[in-house]
Structures are given as C-alpha cells and as structure tokens.
C-alpha cells in the first residue's frame, strides 16, 4: 500500500515567495494532519481535519499560514509570503476513522516530509 | 492537557549495549502511546504502540510496556547495533486530547561500534 505521499520533498525559496505543499493521504484515511518539526520548538501540530473538515488550526502560526483539504485525498499547506523562520521541514500524515472502533485505527501514519528553506 | 516528558538526550552507546529511553506522560482520558524512530533525512516512522494499561509493544527487538501506575512508557532494547542510530519520539493520542498526537521532544541515540 502506498503510504502518505507529500511534495515537493525539498524546496529552497525566497523570501517572500509564496510556498504551496501537497499531501495525499492513505487511502481511506479520513483525518488528516500537518505537523512542523524545527530543531527548536520540536514536533508542532499546525492543523488537522476530519473527514475534509479543519478540526482545530490552534497550531498555525499565523495568517500568512492556510491549510485546505478540496477532497478526500488531496490537502495543501500554504505560506504567503513566506519568511526564513518558516524554515522547517513539514509532515502531513493520516489516520484512520477512530469510531470504526479498530484497536489500529488510532495510529497516525507520517508521510517523508517537505524540507523547506526559506532563504 | 495532554504532555509527554522523554529524557534528553543525546544518548551515545556502544554497540551491543542495552538501550532504555525514559517516557512519562500525563493525560485526560484513557490514551494510547506510541514510539515513533525518525532515521536521518527521513520522515517518522512508526515504531511500537499500546493502547490499554499493562499492554507491551515491541518490534524490531525494541519493547514498551504501558504503565498505568507510573504514567510512563519506557523504550528498551536489549542489544543495540549502529542502524539503531536515529531519533526516538514519544507520543500519545487520548479522547481527552481531542484524537491528536501529543509528542515528546525526542531522544537521539548514538551507536557506535
């Protein structure tokens, strides 16, 4: 089974420029998370959705940060403009519907990441 | 809320040598926990999980037991080898926490020959 796809696996960019990241999540998976690990701050949740719909955004930095999920098995994370502190690398993942009630159905499967520099 | 404390690290070992990472974690609701290894360049990988008290994870020769009393679960691997080298992150996901991983800091281990 194909895991959880993301792109572009790296990107170096400008400042300022705008930065659009991809995610396919596992098929029949129906939440779906993006997460930014910096060596500072660790491992942040940004977003999560449940069945397409944004469930808590509590994580995302700020406005120039938006996440949409249009269907099923396709989510973007967007930054406009972009700044060197967005230098990160990011992670989307997917999951399971936790109330099948499937003891595996609450593991959360990583996809490889998008390294970003911001420059 | 949910958090999860994991020992700093980085934890530098010789080969062969019996590795135990430290987990605590406090939580609302019943959570499960999980070990994920990051590799470097790579993305998280799943390790082991349990998800009720006194369940033990293991895989890859790595094992945690999910301790209830002490709120904690430590990885351990009885003999390490120089692939082991990585990032090892805590995690645990409760009703409570609203269904989303809450991690640890990570732990990076050294394996050297």
């Known amino acids: 089974d194909a895991g959880v796809i993301q792109s572009p696996r790296h990107e170096v960019t400008e400042m300022g420029q705008e930065v659009t990241l991809r995610c396919k999540p596992i098929s029949g998976h129906n939440s779906l998370f993006w997460y930014r690990q910096t060596m500072m701050r660790g491992l942040e949740l940004l977003i999560y959705f449940n069945n397409n719909v944004p469930i808590d955004d509590s994580g995302m930095p700020e406005d120039r940060f938006s996440a949409k999920m249009p269907n099923a098995s396709f989510s973007t994370l967007k930054i406009q403009p972009s700044e060197p502190r967005d230098s990160a690398v990011y992670f989307c993942a997917s999951r399971l519907p936790v109330d099948r009630g499937v003891v595996s159905g609450n593991t959360i499967y990583f996809g490889e990441g998008s390294w970003l520099t911001v420059v | 809320g949910n958090s999860v404390t994991q020992m700093e690290g980085p934890v530098t070992l010789s080969e062969e040598a019996f590795l135990t990472i430290n987990c605590t974690y406090t939580a609302t609701g019943y959570p499960s926990l999980f070990w994920y290894v990051q590799y470097p360049g790579e993305g998280l990988q799943l390790l082991l999980k349990a998800t009720k008290a006194d369940d033990k994870g293991s895989n890859k020769g790595f094992e945690a037991t999910y301790r209830k009393e002490t709120t904690s679960f430590h990885l351990e691997k009885g003999s390490v080898q120089v692939s082991d080298s990585a990032v090892y992150f805590c995690?645990?996901?409760?009703?409570?926490?609203?269904?989303?991983?809450?991690f640890g800091t990570g732990t990076q281990l050294k394996v050297e020959l």
């Open positions: 995690a645990l996901i409760s009703t409570g926490g609203g269904n989303k991983l809450t």
